[in-house]
């Protein structure tokens, strides 16, 4: 089996989903923000704060393709992720990738009550959290759309359910991936 990749807006469940994958398929989980934060000792939003949005991306695909790919992990991404055209490269090229998505407005209200959205994510516009949801949807949806192999709405999935799910598309499709 090859690594899987989940990628996604904030909120979608990629952490979530990613563990209970993980779990049931017996394969290590990692997650590139927690990766990236560890390795660097900060969080994220300090470190947008600090030094900008083009070294936090740089750093992001750092981590994405130093990552120890031998065991096959299971992988949530950072929802930006996707924006640099030599990730969506090594992802495709690397691993099944499975795209975790939700409307707008169910992510607006999941980010709006998720207690590591505050300290750990920075803002990406000054627009209010509704609107800069929805920008960026527009924005990222094309490019998730376009690299995966699997896509769930996770409104309609719960992680747990969401990660049996992915499980039985992989098992129905084991000779495309």
Excluded at 39 to 61: C, D, H, N
Excluded at 80 to 87: K, P, T, Y
Excluded at 112 to 134: F, V
Excluded at 146 to 154: E, R, V
């Amino acid at each position: 089996m090859r690594p899987i990749f989940l990628i996604g807006y904030r909120c979608t469940g990629k952490t979530s989903t990613g563990r209970y994958l993980a779990e049931f398929l017996n394969k290590t989980f990692l997650d590139t923000d927690l990766v990236l934060e560890s390795t660097l000792g900060t969080s994220i939003a300090q470190m947008v704060a600090r030094y900008g949005w083009p070294y936090f991306r740089t750093k992001e695909t750092e981590t994405l393709t130093n990552l120890d790919l031998e065991s096959a992990p299971v992988i949530a991404t950072g929802g930006g992720i996707i924006l640099a055209e030599e990730n969506r490269a090594f992802l495709k090229k690397n691993g099944v990738v499975v795209y975790l998505y939700a409307p707008a407005s169910v992510l607006t209200d999941r980010i709006r009550k998720d207690e590591n959205n505050t300290g750990r994510r920075p803002d990406l516009t000054r627009d209010s959290l509704a609107l800069e949801t929805k920008k960026m949807l527009e924005i990222r949806t094309p490019l998730y759309q376009a690299l995966a192999a699997i896509s769930i709405n996770t409104e309609e999935y719960a992680p747990k359910a969401a990660a049996r799910r992915i499980m039985a598309l992989l098992t129905c499709s084991e000779t495309k991936f």
